[in-house]
């Protein structure tokens, strides 16, 4: 499975961005999925996860209200749509796909990443 991520950029503070994972190979309709930051010398965190047929989602704290999780399994895509963009969002955003087909918490759930996509926002 390959998983490419794009929609990164420089925004300011308020703005909004959606980012995309295309994929290619493997089943994508039987996958778990999720998105994941990272900033330098900080581990790898979830923001939001999604199960196989897109009917259960789950979003950490900091992306409730603000981020939505999506799937198209018709295109093989994933979106993250990013609302009100704080300084602190400021990361390279991973997808993720998992043999699973049900949400994964954790970086270890799984099998398969992007290469990341740069998100910048600026104050």
């Known amino acids: 499975v390959t998983l490419v991520e794009s929609g990164g950029g420089l925004v300011q503070a308020g703005a909004s961005l959606r980012l995309s994972c295309a994929a290619s190979?493997?089943?994508?309709?039987?996958?778990?999925m999720a998105w994941f930051r990272q900033v330098p010398g900080n581990d790898r965190d979830l923001i939001a996860a999604i199960n196989w047929s897109g009917s259960e989602t789950y979003y950490v704290d900091f992306a409730k209200g603000r981020f939505i999780i999506s799937r198209d399994s018709t295109t093989k895509m994933l979106h993250l749509q990013m609302n009100n963009l704080k300084v602190d969002d400021t990361a390279v955003y991973y997808c993720?796909?998992?043999?699973?087909?049900?949400?994964?918490?954790?970086?270890?759930?799984?099998?398969?990443w992007g290469q990341g996509t740069q998100v910048t926002v600026s104050s």
């Open positions: 993720a796909a998992s043999f699973l087909p049900e949400i994964g918490l954790r970086a270890p759930d799984f099998n398969w």
């Open positions: 190979g493997g089943t994508f309709s039987s996958y778990g």
